[in-house]
């Protein structure tokens, strides 16, 4: 017993050493950073921790930015985009008043070289103008073309990194995924303006075309369906603001915030910031967009713990059996409330994580039966890392104060 206890003493002064050494580490500038991922190339470390061998094998995301600003933003809205506000007068629609369906023929126009159509797309509002929404001749409308028929689609995730754009194609799609993004491009500027439309890629999904099953819940795939003939892309992305991906808000950190009276209501309705795009071809999409605007810089640069510092901060979390697999580490903003919430956020840089986390050492990770998608695993995790304090976020024990900007160290 006394051993023991002598054992949990040496680890808690380790840690409070730890804790200390990164409080009084010198902080770098984000070029320092940039410049530590090229020479570390990638991640990769094998772990042995309470029997279980773990292999991290990624390239660290490290915005390509020449200084990294805390921004207080607020959130776009419909009445932000001069292509809405004409709908808007032509109709004498008010589109902050609920969800509403109009057709605007004169995207497609503007799209597709001036082509003519008889169809437009189909706008719908939704979250007081914060989310907007585009669909034309969408894919997810041919999926109910028959009733009797229960089609599904098979898909698979990608990394912008794990794929050469201009050379992959969806099945029986002439359509590379090069294009497809260049047209999310175009369709991002006609709705919100070329000058906003900065964005990053989170992942891929590339589709197959669909097939039948004999029910909603069946996974076997039958054959392919004549009117869905080609497979088509998920592309899920990341607003940039001053070139830094703004991955998620802060309350996506974390889990049980109702067990532990954190209230997050003030972040609205927010989704992960961005978007996602279907994309099958120029006359068959959809896309749903929340985005946010700048509103003030609060300080224009900030300085950073050595990369070198985050991974051992993370590697603490891996030994103590909280972290199992790791399958990404990025640097972009996360959304804070501030005093003037939900009128303004503060975007703040952290360090994102994404795992497979568990609530003890002893637990194994939640496996989903019905897909090998690895989001989609029920122990999947964006874990928040403060890149000035090396700090990993409690992911089970939130508090109000974690929805809130951290304290800046100058």
Known sequence: MRKIFGTAVLTLIFIACFAQALAHEERISIQDIIDEANELNRWHKTYEAYGRTIVVDIPISVPQVDSIPIVTASTWTTDDSQVLKSLQ???????????????????????????????????????????????????????????????????????????????????????SLALANEYLERILAYYLAPET????????????????????????????VDYYDKGSYFIRFFQNVHGIPVML??????ENLLENHVNYEQFVDWG???????????????????WMKEERIEKEDLRLLPLESIIQSIEDQIYKGYIRNVYSLRLGYTI?????????????????????????????????????????????????????????????????RDMYCPEIIK
């Not at 992942?203 to 197959?208: F, G, I, T």
């Not at 808000?249 to 974390?254: H, T, V």
């Open 89 to 175: 007068r032509a109709e004498g629609i008010d589109l902050l008043d609920g969800e509403y369906a109009e057709i605007d023929k004169l995207m497609f126009g503007q799209l597709n070289n001036g082509k003519v159509t008889d169809r437009g797309a189909t706008i719908q509002i939704g979250v007081q103008g914060m989310i907007l929404r585009v669909m034309f001749n969408s894919p997810e409308e041919l999926l109910s073309v028959n009733t009797k028929h229960y089609l599904k689609i098979r898909k698979k995730d990608y990394y912008p990194y794990q794929l050469d754009f201009e050379d992959v194609y969806a099945e029986n799609n002439d359509m």
């Open 197 to 224: 439309v900065e964005y990053s890629i989170d992942y891929v999904e590339l589709a197959d075309r669909a097939r039948k099953t004999k029910s909603l819940e069946d996974e076997e795939f039958g054959e392919c």
């Open 249 to 254: 808000p802060a309350y996506y950190g974390y």
């Open 272 to 290: 992960v910031p961005g978007g996602i795009a279907q994309i099958m071809d120029t006359e068959s999409f959809w896309v749903s967009i929340e």
């Open 336 to 400: 804070f409330l501030n005093d003037d919430s939900p009128n303004t956020y503060t975007l703040f840089p952290m360090w994102v994580l994404e795992c497979d986390y568990v609530e003890t050492p002893n637990k194994e990770v939640k496996v989903n039966p019905y897909t090998d998608e690895f989001r989609e695993g029920f122990s999947f995790s964006r874990v928040l890392i403060n890149p000035q304090t090396g700090k990993v976020s409690d992911r089970m024990h939130p508090t109000q």
